[in-house]
């Protein structure tokens, strides 16, 4: 199982960015995708979630009503669409497979495959 995320940056407050997480492996579209994040000296934090269809998605709290996940099977990739950025959202991002495919799980233990992360910097 392969995951690269990317897209992340520099934006300012309020400003959006939208990371991808790029799949190589051919069981990807049975796989629900989560997006965690991990700001320095935090522990790693569950950002959102979409099931293996991209029916269903889950979000944390914190980001609820300004995140979006989704993602299109055909390109084995999934998305998060990031408005409203706030300087606490700055962490480093990463996506991971939970082979389970519901996409509610939450906990970073249920993700068995992990990607590389992709550093999002908001300034105030």
């Known amino acids: 199982v392969q995951l690269q995320a990317f897209g992340g940056g520099l934006v300012q407050a309020g400003g959006s960015l939208r990371l991808s997480c790029a799949a190589s492996?051919?069981?990807?579209?049975?796989?629900?995708i989560g997006w965690f994040r991990q700001a320095p000296g935090k522990e790693r934090e569950y950002v959102a979630s979409?099931?293996?269809?991209?029916?269903?998605?889950y979000y944390a709290e914190s980001v609820k009503g300004r995140f979006a996940i989704s993602r299109d099977n055909a390109k084995n990739t999934v998305y998060l669409q990031m408005n409203s950025l706030k300087p606490e959202d700055t962490a480093v991002y990463y996506c991971?497979?939970?082979?389970?495919?519901?996409?509610?799980?939450?906990?970073?233990?249920?993700?068995?495959?992990w990607g590389q992360g992709t550093l999002v910097t908001v300034s105030s």
């Open positions: 991971a497979a939970d082979p389970a495919g519901w996409g509610f799980r939450t906990s970073k233990e249920a993700y068995g495959a």
């Open positions: 979409i099931s293996q269809s991209g029916d269903s998605t």
């Open positions: 492996y051919r069981t990807f579209s049975t796989d629900a």
